[in-house]
Nanobody, 118 residues
Framework: QVQLVESGGGLVQAGGSLRLSCVAS????????MAWYRQAPGKQRELVAS???????NYADSVKGRFTISRDNAKNTNYLQMNSLKPEDTAVYFC??????WGQGHYWGQGTQVTVSS
């Protein structure tokens, strides 16, 4: 059984920073791309950032230059450093990873709330 657990969300003022973490656990043979998505009330879930096993990154235009995704393959963990936060960054942030376990597929965390006050 594979699980993804996020942490690090919270309430922050505009211009502040937060660091999200996502740890994968269980029977894991390989973790390929890891990513963060977010979903604001009344909106569709959107990709925020992703990182391949080799370290290549991709960002949504809305967060480029403010957010940084990284990963520690030895710890099955990835991080999202969020700086210069804006009220429009308020959302539930979900970790996603493509993992080879006994099967292979996408796994999701339960989500962590990020609220940015103006």
């Amino acid at each position: 059984q594979v699980q993804l657990v996020e942490s690090g969300g919270g309430l922050v003022q505009a211009g502040g920073s937060l660091r999200l973490s996502c740890v994968a656990s269980g029977t894991i043979f390989s973790i390929y791309t890891m990513a963060w998505y977010r979903q604001a009330p009344g909106k569709q879930r959107e990709l925020v950032a992703s990182i391949t096993s080799g370290g290549s990154t991709n960002y949504a235009d809305s967060v480029k230059g403010r957010f940084t995704i990284s990963r520690d393959n030895a710890k099955n963990t990835n991080y999202l450093q969020m700086n210069s936060l804006k009220p429009e960054d308020t959302a539930v942030y979900f970790c996603n990873a493509y993992i080879r376990s006994w099967g292979q597929g996408h796994y999701w965390g339960q989500g962590t709330q990020v609220t940015v006050s103006s």
